[in-house]
């Protein structure tokens, strides 16, 4: 069941909140579960074994006084573990259970404010795509080590642009100029694909307005 992630006393480890993003690895008995919680929490970020029906709460940046601030959507790869932090505004990367480095989305050109992390991907060669909102909206491409690489998309209503983006998937290709990126924006009602180039592939707009 739910809980109130506002109550202190329900604020320690194993003990899960009220779900804002999951993120999956393995299969049948090797299944684990990266789950985040919504709010201020210390114990936000858990990495559960549903077999073995055991969760281990992960360290906001190490720290474990410390409290992750309003988690969003989270990513994993192989031993690499990722998770958004819009009330910070940067994500968190965790290596095998451990904090590995934090990094910051830069501010939202023309605004004055920073992108808020909203969802991320987890590319083959350990770089990140985050897809951000808030102030401004955009699509980004990060580094292994957390520096910006490029701006796939930005604000915008228009295709090729992206509106509160909620979600972001990654299809990696042979070469890279084959890899895509599904991203859903505009409160769920179009899907547009893009290339690490970001170049835009077109959208899936909402069924109701698709044309036979």
């Not at 936000?44 to 006084?65: K, Y």
């Not at 694909?193 to 044309?211: I, K, M, T, V, Y």
Request: glycine share 12%.
């Amino acid at each position: 069941a739910w809980r109130d992630d506002a109550v202190e006393e329900l604020d320690r480890p194993a003990r899960i909140g009220r779900p804002v993003g999951i993120a999956t690895t393995g299969v049948e008995t090797d299944l684990r579960l990266l789950v985040a919680s919504a709010g201020e929490r210390r114990h936000a970020l858990h990495w559960v074994d549903p077999v073995e029906r055991t969760a281990l709460s992960m360290r906001p940046l190490g720290d474990p006084n410390e409290r992750f601030r309003r988690l969003a959507g989270v990513a994993l790869d192989g031993a690499l573990a990722a998770a958004c932090e819009v009330g910070a505004q940067r994500v968190q990367v965790f290596r095998s259970g451990e904090f590995h480095f934090a990094f910051r989305c830069p501010p939202a050109p023309g605004t004055g404010s920073s992108f808020e992390p909203r969802a991320i991907a987890i590319l083959p060669d350990a770089r990140f795509v985050v897809a951000c909102g808030g102030g401004a909206s955009g699509v980004l491409l990060f580094r292994g080590d957390g520096m910006l690489e490029r701006v796939l998309a930005h604000d915008g209503l228009e295709d090729g642009c992206v509106f509160e983006p909620s979600a972001v998937a990654v299809e990696p290709g042979r070469l890279e100029a084959e890899t895509r990126i599904a991203v859903i924006d505009r409160d769920g009602a179009r899907v547009q694909l893009f290339g690490l180039d970001g170049r835009a592939f077109g959208a899936f707009l909402d069924p109701s307005e698709a044309r036979v």
